[in-house]
């Protein structure tokens, strides 16, 4: 699978912005899908996934009710809603993918996307 992310961009804290991942080369909806983030000098963490089919969603208690994730499989996409933005929330933000029932974390990710920047101004 070939992600493709986009998206990302500059936002004064309160904003919002909308990522979308593109996938390509396989079955997208074999796959459940999921979105981490990577701050500078920090590891890569968890932020949201949602199931093959899109009927469930799990999210890092940091976003939870900020943000939202959801996945067209006809147009074989994932996008995440993102709401209230924070400074802290300030990352390279990564959809990845992965055949288990939810991609919740690194060691169940098969294929990353490049990454897309997003940067929340205080």
């Known amino acids: 699978v070939q992600l493709q992310a986009s998206g990302g961009g500059l936002v004064q804290a309160g904003g919002s912005l909308r990522l979308s991942c593109a996938a390509s080369?396989?079955?997208?909806?074999?796959?459940?899908m999921g979105w981490f983030r990577q701050a500078p000098g920090k590891e890569r963490e968890f932020v949201a996934t949602?199931?093959?089919?899109?009927?469930?969603?799990y999210y890092a208690d940091s976003v939870k009710g900020r943000f939202t994730i959801s996945r067209d499989n006809a147009k074989n996409t994932v996008f995440l809603q993102m709401n209230s933005l924070r400074p802290e929330d300030t990352a390279v933000y990564y959809c990845?993918?992965?055949?288990?029932?939810?991609?919740?974390?690194?060691?169940?990710?098969?294929?990353w996307g490049q990454g897309t920047q997003v940067t929340v101004s205080s």
């Open positions: 990845a993918a992965g055949r288990y029932q939810y991609v919740s974390r690194l060691t169940r990710v098969s294929y």
């Open positions: 080369g396989r079955t997208f909806s074999n796959y459940a």
């Open positions: 949602i199931n093959n089919s899109g009927d469930s969603t």
